[in-house]
């Protein structure tokens, strides 16, 4: 069993930074990957960007260059750094651990990139 839990989310305005938080807890030696999601309003969820256990990155195309995903071991937590925010970012990000063959996730923060 793993535990989440997301901090970060907020207000934005078009061009702004936000930095995104998930601190784990439980099993976390089980831990293949983590990563972000994201679910916009009316759509499914999407994979943003993920780390494994090696430390190998991958990104979706439309945050590649602008998101930058990373992990600090010794405090348990995964973080997203978001530069250059666009309306179109504008979602409810999940962190996700992936421990095979279940996938956990956090309850979700808001972002929202607006004007």
């Known amino acids: 069993q793993v535990q989440l839990v997301e901090s970060g989310g907020g207000l934005v305005q078009p061009g702004g930074s936000l930095r995104l938080s998930c601190a784990a807890s439980?099993?976390?030696?089980?831990?293949?990957?983590m990563g972000w999601y994201r679910q916009a309003p009316g759509k499914q969820r999407e994979l943003v960007a993920v780390i494994t256990s090696g430390g190998s990155t991958n990104y979706a195309d439309s945050v590649k260059g602008r998101f930058t995903i990373s992990r600090d071991n010794a405090k348990n937590t995964v973080y997203l750094q978001m530069n250059s925010l666009k309306p179109e970012d504008t979602a409810v990000y999940y962190c996700?651990?992936?421990?095979?063959?279940?996938?956990?996730w956090g309850q979700g923060t808001q972002v929202t990139v607006s004007s």
């Open positions: 996700n651990a992936f421990i095979p063959p279940l996938d956990y």
């Open positions: 439980g099993s976390i030696f089980s831990i293949n990957a």
